[in-house]
Each structure stands twice: as structure tokens, then as C-alpha cells.
């Protein structure tokens, strides 16, 4: 018997994607939703659970100054409005790895996942990081590089590709 699936969708809010968006965020947001999208169908098909995470800093002078996107209550740090939304399995961190928030690390854990599979943004930040992470918990992670945004080329992404194989996350 198969265990339990989770897909992992990682930072689609609409700071990273939307028109109104810093230049460093140079995602191709049309392909790159219509990849996580796919992926996000193909879980629900298959009765895997679909995770939404958020990446939400506080509202506060400094992170509006210095950081200036995923601020708590902007419009900005919402999930972004072309992605699709199936379930209202809906988490936030405030840092790159996703298992440093206690109510998803709490989740993850008493769904004992099988499979942990992760898509979104961004490969050399919160994917990564969140990869990593899930290797320390999981056997079974996966990485859809074709649904994953990369702000980054050449040797970063390299790097961080060799640090997820040396993990034993599958890049699929």
C-alpha cells in the first residue's frame, strides 16, 4: 500500500508574481503558475494532500523600508489570484524553511507523509531551504524543477542543486 502524498506549494503570492513586482523577481509567472497549477490537479487527482504556504513577514517600519514585499495584511502577500486553490491546507513562515513554523512542522508530522513533494518559489530561498528540511523528516522528497521559479542562474543554482542531490531529494 502507497503511503500518504503531500505537495507542497511554496511562496505563489502575488509580491513575486503579480505585474506590480520588484525587477528581481523575474519569473516567467504565466508558465511557472501554469506548472505549480498542473502539479496542484495531478495531487488533487490522485488524493494527495495540497499544502499552501506563505511567506509573511511582520508589518513593521523596517520590513515595509528595507524588504518591502510578503508584509502581513498587504495585498502583496496574498497567495497569488492565478493559482488554484484546493484545499485549505494554508500555512505562513516568516523564514526560508517552512519546517520553522511550528503548526506546519506540526502538521507534516501527524500526517506521517510518505512522500513529500514540493514546488513554487524560489529555488535558491524558500524551495530550497524548505527541501532541505523535508529531507530531515521524509525518506521520499521530491522537487518538480519544472514547477519551481528560480530568481537565480549558473553556479547558485548549482549550488543549491548539489546541496538538495547530496540531501537525497529527487529532482523530477
Not at 519569473?27 to 502539479?39: F, I, R
Not at 530561498?125 to 521530491?142: H, I, N, R
Request: include cysteine.
Amino acid at each position: 500500500m502507497a503511503g500518504k502524498k503531500a505537495l507542497i506549494v511554496i511562496d505563489m503570492q502575488n509580491d513575486f508574481l503579480w505585474d506590480k513586482r520588484k525587477p528581481m523577481f523575474n519569473y516567467d509567472t504565466a508558465k511557472l503558475t501554469g506548472a505549480v497549477n498542473e502539479k496542484i490537479h495531478e495531487f488533487e487527482q490522485a488524493g494527495g494532500d495540497v499544502i499552501y504556504i506563505a511567506h509573511i513577514l511582520p508589518n513593521l517600519p523596517t520590513n515595509r523600508l528595507f524588504i518591502g514585499f510578503s508584509i502581513r495584511g498587504t495585498q502583496g502577500a496574498q497567495l497569488y489570484k492565478g493559482l488554484d486553490i484546493v484545499s485549505e491546507l494554508y500555512f505562513e513562515m516568516k523564514l526560508s524553511n517552512s519546517f520553522t513554523a511550528k503548526a506546519f512542522r506540526e502538521h507534516i508530522r501527524t500526517q506521517q507523509y510518505a512522500e513529500i513533494h514540493i514546488c513554487g518559489l524560489d529555488l535558491c530561498g524558500c524551495v530550497g531551504k524548505t527541501a532541505l528540511g523535508a529531507a530531515k523528516v521524509c525518506k521520499e522528497v521530491y522537487l518538480h524543477e519544472d514547477a519551481v521559479g528560480c530568481r537565480f542562474d549558473g553556479k547558485r543554482k548549482q549550488k543549491m542543486l548539489g546541496r538538495l542531490k547530496d540531501a537525497g531529494v529527487k529532482t523530477v
